[in-house]
């Protein structure tokens, strides 16, 4: 059960619960074909360059070599880096993993020429080539991409260089997930029945929701000890993080990183800045549902371990991982025929790798290349929390399903600033499905507050991650040194304009900035907000109007990089240039407030 106090080794996992990786590879001798291909098609690769302009079909045959190449470069590594993240001690999977980046950065440096040099022709002949060519008009989206950035696209030379560093610029994100991944050490702490729990990634949110005030105080501070022990290691890993952002941001002549990590999805920053902006007015709501909690749990005070306990107890109990696989499917109803059919194919398809063992990743991630399975790694331990889990994951694998199938692989994939939507919609209809079907006046309260928290956790947590990033990249480009006494500080005066004065912040929640992955990959996190604002629009839509608005959405999980997201966005209906959709979730969140004050 995924409950057991001792974590699994993963032979002791049955095979049903495990990802079916071979489905992409049956021998990994193919692996090692397919790596020594894309080596091969990298190297023809170079036969492009000085030729691009030649004519319509020499610039189409480029593309598509170069679709065909990164195509073969991405399977390599994804399955690489999936075997590795089963049980990332096992050397033979790191060494892979480590070859496969060595592949992108080859490839990377082979292809370096092909957008400088399409910057170099004149764009009248670009355009008279598309006009000349069916073919060529499928990368009409991507040539206006290429053509949008030359600004800050250099020399050949000059990118050849940056691409042969690519693997360097990303040893911070690789020294930080084997620091916490593989091979720290949290503990264990006594239990609610006082039986020793080691405490780990997976396990660390089901203890700060015990009923236990003892036992969240415990795990709290065993799990940052930790952090404490390693503050120097991980503040100057992230420092060299947030300088390689700032770096290359300078060397692509952009004004700030921020505008470089948004000019991809061509994001104004607008964008960032409103949201911090709205959520910063709304945050006496925060301060108050602090207050509430406090009065709810009878406490003479608040800590930061107490910011995760439920309001009431738990009356749902542990959900068998099959179960919760039945409420998702009858949850995303609304969804249509087609969508669950898909999914439960999923289910039984080994997509999904579901419970925790010694060295696996922590966290959940939908992952997967243009050709295989959406796969999705959990670390499933039975909690309602955890079907919300597989659920959120599961939109993102939908969305990719759907996406791979309809578009090529130019536009396969889909931006962080759409996936969040998908994945965030899921979340919301299955949360509303529940309450509507709950008469257990216990059951609904439960429920009604993780709805609460789901907007905490999301719209007001993720973007004080987003206001911590950008404090960090702009001191870093006003020349400070993030320290982890800089770190620390900044990061607790942070927390506390978040969560008011009720709070009595114990200095281990200064160290919070040190555990938190997403942070090696720069201006990430805010689309966890935007997207669930996004999100709240679509469910609303789909469970009021019916099928005109499924369809619409299925369109849009159809659409992948077609186009940007913002435009993607504002044709269902969502503009996400104003600060209203942010508004009208956060105006949801006071409204739940007050019921469920009215509530306890």
């Given at each position: 059960?995924?409950?057991?106090?001792?974590?699994?080794?993963?032979?002791?996992?049955?095979?049903?619960?495990?990802?079916?990786?071979?489905?992409?590879?049956?021998?990994?001798?193919?692996?090692?074909?397919?790596?020594?291909?894309?080596?091969?098609?990298?190297?023809?690769?170079?036969?492009?360059?000085?030729?691009?302009?030649?004519?319509?079909?020499?610039?189409?045959?480029?593309?598509?070599?170069?679709d065909a190449l990164w195509q073969k470069v991405e399977k390599v590594y994804v399955y690489a880096r999936m075997k590795r993240d089963e049980d990332t001690r096992v050397a033979k999977y790191q060494a892979m993993t480590s070859r496969a980046q060595s592949l992108i950065a080859k490839a990377g440096a082979k292809t370096s020429f092909f957008t400088p040099e399409l910057l170099e022709l004149d764009e009248e002949l670009i355009w008279r080539f598309l006009n000349q060519s069916d073919g060529l008009k499928l990368y009409t989206h991507v040539i206006r991409q290429i053509l949008r950035q030359k600004r800050h696209v250099l020399s050949k030379p000059e990118e050849k260089l940056l691409a042969q560093f690519s693997e360097l610029t990303s040893a911070t994100n690789d020294i930080f997930s084997m620091i916490n991944n593989a091979d720290m050490k949290f503990g264990s702490i006594e239990d609610?029945?006082?039986?020793?729990?080691?405490?780990?990634?997976?396990?660390?949110?089901?203890?700060?929701?015990?009923?236990?005030?003892?036992?969240?105080?415990?795990?709290?501070?065993?799990?940052?000890?930790?952090?404490?022990?390693?503050?120097?290691?991980?503040?100057?890993?992230?420092?060299?993080?947030?300088?390689?952002?700032?770096?290359?941001?300078?060397?692509?002549?952009?004004?700030?990183?921020?505008?470089?990590?948004?000019?991809?999805?061509?994001?104004?920053?607008?964008?960032?800045?409103?949201?911090?902006?709205?959520?910063?007015?709304?945050?006496?709501?925060?301060?108050?549902?602090?207050?509430?909690?406090?009065?709810?749990?009878?406490?003479?005070?608040?800590?930061?371990?107490?910011?995760?306990?439920?309001?009431?107890?738990?009356?749902?109990?542990?959900?068998?991982?099959?179960?919760?696989?039945?409420?998702?499917?009858?949850?995303?109803?609304?969804?249509?025929?087609?969508?669950?059919?898909?999914?439960?194919?999923?289910?039984?398809?080994?997509?999904?790798?579901?419970?925790?063992?010694?060295?696996?990743?922590?966290?959940?991630?939908?992952?997967?290349?243009?050709?295989?399975?959406?796969?999705?790694?959990?670390?499933?331990?039975?909690?309602?929390?955890?079907?919300?889990?597989?659920?959120?994951?599961?939109?993102?694998?939908?969305?990719?399903?759907?996406?791979?199938?309809?578009?090529?692989?130019?536009?396969?994939?889909?931006?962080?600033?759409?996936?969040?939507?998908?994945?965030?919609?899921?979340?919301?209809?299955?949360?509303?499905?529940?309450?509507?079907?709950?008469?257990?006046?216990?059951?609904?309260?439960?429920?009604?507050?993780?709805?609460?928290?789901?907007?905490?956790?999301?719209?007001?947590?993720?973007?004080?991650?987003?206001?911590?990033?950008?404090?960090?990249?702009?001191?870093?480009?006003?020349?400070?040194?993030?320290?982890?006494?800089?770190?620390?500080?900044?990061?607790?005066?942070?927390?506390?304009?978040?969560?008011?004065?009720?709070?009595?912040?114990?200095?281990?929640?200064?160290?919070?900035?040190?555990?938190?992955?997403?942070?090696?990959?720069?201006?990430?996190?805010?689309?966890?907000?935007?997207?669930?604002?996004?999100?709240?629009?679509?469910?609303?839509?789909?469970?009021?109007?019916?099928?005109?608005?499924?369809?619409?959405?299925?369109?849009?999980?159809?659409?992948?990089?077609?186009?940007?997201?913002?435009?993607?966005?504002?044709?269902?209906?969502?503009?996400?240039?104003?600060?209203?959709?942010?508004?009208?979730?956060?105006?949801?969140?006071?409204?739940?407030?007050?019921?469920?004050?009215?509530?306890?």
């Amino acid at each position: 059960m995924a409950t057991n106090k001792k974590i699994r080794s993963r032979d002791e996992i049955e095979q049903k619960y495990k990802w079916n990786l071979r489905a992409m590879y049956p021998d990994e001798a193919e692996w090692e074909k397919d790596y020594k291909d894309a080596e091969e098609m990298a190297e023809s690769f170079t036969s492009f360059s000085g030729h691009l302009g030649d004519s319509a079909q020499a610039l189409l045959d480029a593309f598509a070599a170069r679709d065909a190449l990164w195509q073969k470069v991405e399977k390599v590594y994804v399955y690489a880096r999936m075997k590795r993240d089963e049980d990332t001690r096992v050397a033979k999977y790191q060494a892979m993993t480590s070859r496969a980046q060595s592949l992108i950065a080859k490839a990377g440096a082979k292809t370096s020429f092909f957008t400088p040099e399409l910057l170099e022709l004149d764009e009248e002949l670009i355009w008279r080539f598309l006009n000349q060519s069916d073919g060529l008009k499928l990368y009409t989206h991507v040539i206006r991409q290429i053509l949008r950035q030359k600004r800050h696209v250099l020399s050949k030379p000059e990118e050849k260089l940056l691409a042969q560093f690519s693997e360097l610029t990303s040893a911070t994100n690789d020294i930080f997930s084997m620091i916490n991944n593989a091979d720290m050490k949290f503990g264990s702490i006594e239990d609610e029945k006082g039986k020793p729990v080691e405490v780990t990634h997976g396990r660390y949110l089901s203890l700060m929701e015990s009923s236990s005030r003892r036992v969240r105080k415990d795990a709290f501070e065993c799990l940052y000890a930790a952090y404490e022990a390693q503050r120097n290691t991980l503040a100057t890993t992230y420092n060299y993080n947030t300088k390689t952002d700032v770096i290359t941001a300078r060397i692509r002549r952009y004004n700030s990183s921020l505008e470089a990590a948004l000019s991809g999805d061509d994001i104004p920053i607008r964008v960032y800045e409103n949201l911090i902006e709205t959520v910063n007015r709304y945050l006496p709501l925060l301060h108050r549902y602090v207050g509430l909690r406090k009065k709810a749990l009878g406490l003479d005070e608040v800590h930061m371990y107490d910011m995760y306990a439920p309001l009431v107890e738990n009356p749902v109990g542990e959900i068998e991982y099959e179960k919760a696989l039945e409420i998702i499917a009858e949850g995303l109803t609304p969804l249509g025929e087609e969508y669950i059919s898909i999914m439960k194919q999923g289910f039984s398809q080994g997509w999904i790798d579901v419970y925790e063992n010694e060295g696996k990743t922590s966290g959940a991630y939908s992952f997967g290349s243009y050709d295989s399975y959406p796969y999705i790694l959990l670390n499933y331990n039975g909690k309602l929390k955890d079907v919300f889990t597989i659920a959120h994951e599961m939109g993102h694998s939908m969305h990719s399903y759907y996406t791979r199938k309809t578009q090529p692989f130019v536009y396969g994939g889909h931006s962080i600033f759409t996936a969040e939507v998908a994945s965030t919609v899921n979340e919301n209809l299955l949360m509303k499905h529940l309450l509507e079907k709950e008469n257990d006046k216990r059951k609904k309260l439960y429920l009604f507050n993780m709805y609460i928290e789901e907007f905490r956790a999301t719209l007001f947590r993720q973007t004080m991650f987003a206001e911590f990033e950008k404090l960090t990249h702009e001191a870093v480009e006003s020349g400070e040194v993030l320290t982890a006494d800089w770190l620390s500080k900044n990061y607790l005066e942070l927390n506390k304009k978040y969560f008011g004065d009720q709070v009595v912040y114990d200095e281990q929640i200064a160290m919070e900035w040190a555990r938190i992955p997403h942070f090696y990959n720069a201006f990430y996190v805010y689309k966890y907000a935007t997207g669930y604002s996004a999100a709240a629009a679509f469910s609303e839509k789909i469970l009021n109007e019916g099928a005109p608005a499924r369809e619409a959405y299925i369109k849009f999980l159809k659409s992948g990089e077609s186009d940007d997201p913002i435009p993607l966005l504002k044709l269902a209906g969502v503009d996400m240039n104003e600060p209203a959709p942010v508004e009208s979730a956060l105006d949801t969140f006071g409204k739940l407030l007050d019921e469920l004050e009215s509530m306890l």
